[in-house]
């Protein structure tokens, strides 16, 4: 890790890697999010490195925020009907 850039989405990363994989012992919860938090990890990573700080924090201020949404939801009640995405 290089810049504080890296070590920011890695961070990001492991916390939504964690907090995806707590869900999912407990149900079955929607990938996309998750996946988009990945993906602004990357860019934000990336845009860090390049050069666009204010940029690569925004990106990944509103990752964090994403992640901080998805873990204060409640835990979906148990029922017969398929996952619907």
Same mark, same amino acid.
């Given at each position: 890790? /290089?810049? @504080?850039?890296?070590?920011? $989405?890695?961070?990001?990363?492991?916390?939504?890697?964690?907090?995806?994989?707590?869900?999912?012992?407990? /149900?079955? #919860? #929607? !990938? &996309?999010? *998750?996946?988009? !938090? $990945?993906?602004?990890?990357?860019?934000?990573?990336?845009?860090?490195? &390049?050069?666009?700080? !204010?940029? $690569?924090? $925004?990106?990944? @201020?509103?990752?964090?925020?994403?992640?901080?949404?998805?873990?204060? %939801?409640? *835990?979906? %009640?148990?029922?017969? %009907?398929?996952?619907?995405?």
């Amino acid at each position: 890790m /290089e810049t @504080i850039f890296d070590l920011l $989405a890695a961070l990001l990363f492991v916390a939504t890697a964690g907090l995806f994989a707590l869900r999912f012992r407990h /149900e079955d #919860p #929607p !990938i &996309m999010p *998750y996946l988009l !938090i $990945a993906l602004t990890c990357a860019v934000g990573n990336w845009l860090g490195n &390049m050069g666009g700080g !204010i940029a $690569a924090v $925004a990106l990944l @201020i509103a990752g964090s925020f994403l992640t901080l949404h998805l873990a204060s %939801e409640p *835990y979906r %009640e148990k029922t017969d %009907e398929p996952h619907k995405f």
